[in-house]
């Protein structure tokens, strides 16, 4: 049974996983919108079966974590990976990422290349021709987003749908992920962090190539927020050494809808690196 730990930086509580002897190699996992740390629950024991630490935040304003003092931007996020690392001690890991993990992992891997040991990306992109799904645009909309959260803060109704899209996801996952839903304050993380994107800043890190390491790309079939022809876009437009798989079947939230298909990828992928 994995267990979170709590530390405080900056002046505010951090919620996040850290199983594996402190001497392994470290892989950060990094959740997206929704989730939390709770996303990896069957994922980082596979990590660590194969002799890695692993360590998966909660990311400020999810889980169990508390959000910044200032707003919630792209910015925020990845000023926090920083302090995050450096509170721990990291150097060089091994980088796992879903959703918008996945644009503020990509981005921090941009930005530090050389501390990147190797890379999995899940359901996200950083294509130029990726566009929002329907609910991201709703939340970019000032007014209009804050009456899609407000709905969405109706949690028997929220669960509902969130077991109906991912079937057989255990219930303390869901309860986790709600967390962000709970009151005013904490959705706004949501919209925060959707309105603080805008192409100027996607535009520099467009260019993955300089990501020289080993690429593992997994993707729900049937993911309805961005569709797994990015997957192929990212490998040959972007990542041509990437190894591209797409679990048939699946939705978005492959890691608590389908973790056995999920985990032999990822024991493929650490296994071609030892």
Same mark, same amino acid.
């Given at each position: ?5 709590t ?5 505010q509580?951090?919620s996040y996983f ?5 001497d ?12 939390? @740390?709770?996303? =990896?629950?069957?994922?980082? &024991?596979?990590? +660590? ?7 998966a935040?909660d990311? $400020?304003g ?5 959000q910044?003092k200032?707003?919630s ?7 926090f990976i920083?302090?995050f ?12 990422v879903?959703?918008?993990g996945?644009?503020? @992992?990509?981005? =921090?891997?941009?930005?530090? &290349?050389e501390? +990147?040991s190797s890379?999995?990306i ?5 294509? $130029? ?7 991201a645009r709703k939340?970019?909309t ?27 996801v255990d219930?303390?996952?869901?309860e ?8 005013e304050q ?14 100027k ?10 990501l ?7 993707w729900?079939?049937k ?17 041509s050494q990437a ?27 650490f296994?071609?690196?030892?």
């Amino acid at each position: 049974m994995i267990k979170k730990q709590t530390m405080e930086l900056n002046g505010q509580k951090v919620s996040y996983f850290d199983e594996g002897p402190k001497d392994s190699l470290p892989v950060l996992l990094l959740h997206g919108v929704p989730e939390s @740390g709770m996303l =990896w629950k069957h994922i980082i &024991p596979e990590i +660590v079966s194969l002799g890695f630490r692993a360590i998966a935040p909660d990311l $400020p304003g999810f889980g169990k974590s508390e959000q910044f003092k200032t707003k919630s931007t792209w910015e925020n996020y990845l000023i926090f990976i920083n302090n995050f690392m450096r509170t721990l001690q990291l150097d060089d890991i091994h980088l796992i990422v879903h959703d918008w993990g996945g644009l503020i @992992g990509l981005r =921090w891997a941009c930005d530090h &290349p050389e501390k +990147v040991s190797s890379l999995v990306i899940s359901d996200t992109s950083l294509h $130029p021709e990726y566009k929002w799904h329907s609910i991201a645009r709703k939340w970019r909309t000032p007014g209009e987003g804050e009456k899609v959260m407000e709905k969405m803060s109706n949690k028997a109704l929220w669960m509902k749908n969130m077991k109906n899209e991912v079937p057989g996801v255990d219930e303390d996952v869901l309860e986790d992920f709600y967390c962000v839903f709970q009151t005013e304050q904490s959705r706004n993380v949501v919209l925060d962090l959707y309105r603080s994107a805008n192409q100027k800043l996607v535009e520099p890190y467009l260019n993955l190539s300089k990501l020289k390491t080993h690429v593992t790309i997994l993707w729900g079939e049937k993911d309805r927020y961005i569709d797994y022809e990015f997957a192929y876009k990212t490998q040959e437009e972007q990542l041509s050494q990437a190894n591209v798989h797409i679990i048939p079947n699946a939705g978005h939230f492959i890691h608590v809808e389908v973790p056995e298909k999920v985990k032999p990828i990822i024991g493929d992928h650490f296994r071609s690196i030892m």
